[in-house]
């Protein structure tokens, strides 16, 4: 037997070998799939401290790379050594400062709000009843529903009260009374504090490092993979990064102006419980496509309560405050940055919040731009080894937007 046959012989023995053991991996991970999700959920809580502090060091990164640009460029001589050390000190103070600025700005007034809310809660249902009875107790089907919702309002109220009071006391219990707690809930307690303790000296490490553990991914890449398939690597990485951290840290500012541009306006327009409003309409608005309707929902409930009339204006004010935000102040901060389409948006959205949930629905069009631009790419690199590149380019003649990265 010749060597070519040999060796296609060998071939065909490898890539059937490949593909059983392939199958065989397949099957396990589909046949022990809750096993294999426990692990991940145990390795996930082990590991939280370092999830915690590569999250916050990611986010900070931004803000350490302009400190020591700056001190490098302003610190003389051998000084310009302690640029880095300072610079992750600065970013990391600043990054706390920053969290503990708006917890004390906001977190009083949105206790007060939401208490002074609750006590509040059935008198002002029943006006508000007594109002849409008034304007439209002439319609019998109107009438019928405000009366089945001013008979059950009462009941209404006690459900949600216990739902709240059960759904919160394994985390009250604890800080209210210790030995009802039984010390369940400060366990959890102290858990996430040491979590996020070692968290922080896990970003401190990461930001002070990041060069060399940049260099030191590099080396193994390039040690691993072809020049051509390393740089190929490389430059996806690049632009992961870039999309990741282009589209948060925008997503995050895009949603601190929308949070301010709303409180203004509610204070402006005098709408009720202003902060609490507000505070819905930022969070919520980090949520890509479906965020500003999240958060407009129950502010404007919230609002109707208190006053009918001005819960309807309330809606017009945040769809124009959204329209704002989609064309001009969005595309101001985020630009184009991820090419996906409206529908594969939503795509994105549903599948990734249906999965991790709201986490989910954050980093979902990051992570499908990245699939969509690789997918692209290996559609391209495919054309062009067939010679079939007048497709593509005949595609991207009849639909101009989907140029690509």
């Known amino acids: 037997m010749k060597d070519p046959d ?22 396990f991970v589909v046949y022990r799939f809750q096993g294999i999700g426990d692990i991940v959920h145990r390795l996930g809580d082990i590991l939280a401290p370092f999830i915690y502090g590569g999250i916050v060091a990611y986010l900070l990164r931004p803000m350490c790379n302009f400190f020591e640009q700056t001190l490098e460029s302003t610190l003389p001589g051998k000084t310009k050594k302690l640029a880095a050390p300072i610079s992750v000190a600065l ?7 920053l969290v503990y600025m708006l917890i004390i700005m906001i977190a009083p007034q949105l206790y007060e709000s939401i208490r ?8 002002k249902i029943n006006r508000f009843v007594g109002w849409a009875t008034e304007r439209f107790g002439d319609e019998e089907m109107v009438a019928w529903v405000l009366n089945l919702f001013n008979t059950n309002s009462e009941e209404i109220y006690n459900q949600l009260e216990t739902w709240g009071r059960n759904l919160l006391s394994p985390y009250l219990s604890g800080l209210t009374s210790i030995v009802s707690g039984v010390g369940n809930s ?36 390039r040690s691993l993979l072809k020049p051509r398939w390393a740089d190929l690597f490389l430059g996806e990485v690049a632009f992961v990064d870039r999309m990741f951290g282009g589209f948060i840290d925008g997503k995050l500012l895009d949603s601190a102006i929308i949070g301010v541009l709303c409180y203004v306006g509610c204070i402006l327009f005098r709408f009720p419980n202003a ?13 890509p496509f479906f965020g500003p309707f999240i958060g407009a929902v129950p502010a404007t409930l919230l609002i109707m309560i208190e006053n009918p009339i001005k819960g309807l204006w309330f809606i017009v004010f945040v769809l124009a405050l959204q329209q704002l935000d989609g064309n001009v102040i969005g595309p101001k901060i985020l630009g184009d940055r991820t090419g996906l389409s409206s529908f594969w948006v939503l795509f994105a959205i549903v599948l990734c919040g249906g999965l991790w949930g709201v986490a989910g629905m954050v980093i979902c069009v990051p992570m499908f731009a990245v699939i969509y631009d690789v997918v692209k790419k290996l559609v391209r690199r495919g054309l062009t080894h067939k010679g079939q590149m007048q497709l593509w380019e005949q595609y991207h003649e009849d639909y101009p937007e989907d140029t690509g990265k």
């Open 186 to 221: 400060l366990v959890k307690i102290f858990k996430f504090l040491y979590n996020m303790l070692i968290g922080l000296i896990v970003a401190c490490y990461l930001l002070a490092s990041r060069k060399r553990f940049a260099r030191q991914s590099v080396m193994v890449v």
């Open 91 to 97: 970013s990391l103070l600043t990054g706390i400062f």
């Open 275 to 287: 902060l609490l409003v507000s505070t819905f309409v930022g969070i919520t608005n980090v949520i």
């Open 6 to 27: 040999k060796r296609r012989y060998l071939y065909l023995m490898l890539s059937m070998f490949g593909a059983i053991s392939l199958s065989i991996v397949v099957f």
């Open 116 to 123: 002074t809310l609750w006590i509040s809660i059935p008198g």
